[in-house]
């Protein structure tokens, strides 16, 4: 499992599938994708996450992710994929990004540090380098926040603490899915390099 040597505590990735926007710019809730699932909760396990939030209000859906990880967890892909195994161990599904920063609450004695991404440039937004820096620091905690569809309700931006800058391609286009932004962010907060 996650070494205290390798373990990063003070960051943790939040997946909101509500409150986001569809491409008509209206406030849903979307599906939550088994690519999702495991491929953010593997990057996240890469870079030594110990948490990894699916946040949907959809009792239905919640159910569908606790099966998927049960049977990782417990079920035949347990002895069949131990590496998925040890990914999926850092899942916490919640119903809303309040439940998810009580959760990550516990054990620091600083408040959690709520940090809202999107692909849209925002005049107040920090650099990576300057995210970067802030995690140095073990005692204070983020949980950097994702959204699914078109993007994290304009309500959430306005009740985060910081909003971290876009990444930037190398043109107009910027639609990354969500699985590739997790994993360059995690990448330019976390890597050695």
Do not use: C
Not at 131 to 142: I, M, S, V
């Amino acid at each position: 499992m996650i070494s205290e040597s390798t373990a990063v505590r003070n960051l943790a990735l939040a997946l909101v599938h509500h409150p986001v926007y569809n491409k008509h710019r209206e406030v849903v809730t979307t599906a939550v994708t088994n690519l999702d699932i495991h491929d953010i909760a593997r990057a996240a396990r890469t870079f030594g996450l110990t948490r990894y939030y699916l946040v949907t209000p959809s009792t239905d859906q919640q159910a569908m992710i606790r099966r998927i990880v049960g049977h990782w967890q417990d079920g035949w892909g347990a002895g069949y994929n131990p590496d998925r195994r040890e990914a999926l161990s850092i899942i916490r599904v919640v119903a809303s990004l309040n439940e998810a920063q009580t959760d990550y609450q516990q054990g620091f004695a600083t408040p959690v540090i709520s940090v809202a991404t999107g692909a849209r440039q925002r005049t107040d937004a920090i650099s990576f380098k300057s995210l970067r820096k802030r995690l140095q620091q073990p005692e204070a905690p983020h949980l950097l926040t994702l959204g699914t569809g078109w993007g994290l309700a304009d309500e959430l931006f306005e009740q985060a603490d910081l909003v971290l800058e876009p990444i930037q391609g190398a043109g107009d286009y910027n639609h990354l899915s969500v699985r590739s932004a997790a994993a360059i962010m995690l990448d330019r907060l976390l890597s050695e390099r």
